[in-house]
């Protein structure tokens, strides 16, 4: 089976930055991508790592190591719109899914 | 404009009844995912296809029916063997699976 962790919650301040973390357990693994939902709306895709290492995408980066099994998505400059949930998904095979229970980010000014 | 286009917006479904939920996309993609997600949790897989005329069952299949049999469609049937299907359903697709592009969902009801 299929196992993902991350925090179900994390608030931050306007303009810190702030990290969240994916620990996963699964059969196989492709890569790592890390999703934002807004309340109502779809996902939509952020970022995706298949290799250790970290990944960069202006305000967003994502990280991660295959040997502990473990990522990250780390946003800096928070914006009071980056409020969302966060959703870890790893690839397990060529066409396969799986997503994490997601975090919702709260910023505060 | 590709895209993927989820229909209805909103579903209202009374016990006992089987509903079906459209899902197209012409982003030419070979993959396609059902999500359930429940308030404040995450997307639960229901079924994912790969290829046209075949598809397998996720995590929570039991009580949803699906078909493959254009590559553009893939439409879910809720059946009343699903006891509680008031949820917000979303489809994905995918090239790889690196990137999945999803429908705006569709929000289920039992009346």
Known sequence: ?109 | DGGITQSPKYLFRKEGQNVTLSCEQNLNHDAMYWYRQDPGQGLRLIYYSQIVNDFQKGDIAEGYSVSREKKESFPLTVTSAQKNPTAFYLCASSSDSTEAFFGQGTRLTVV
């Open chain 1, 1 to 109: 089976g299929q196992s993902l962790e991350q925090p179900s919650e994390v608030t931050a301040v306007e303009g810190a930055i702030v990290q969240i973390n994916c620990t996963y357990q699964t059969s196989g693994f492709y890569g790592l991508s890390w999703y934002q939902q807004h309340d109502g709306g779809a996902p939509t895709f952020l970022s995706y790592n298949a290799l250790d290492g970290l990944e960069e995408t202006g305000r967003f980066s994502s990280f991660l190591s295959r040997s502990d099994s473990y990522g990250y998505l780390l946003l800096q400059e928070l914006q009071m719109k980056d409020s969302a949930s966060y959703f870890c998904a790893v690839q397990t095979g060529a066409n396969n899914l799986f997503f994490g229970t997601g975090t919702r980010l709260t910023v505060i000014p």
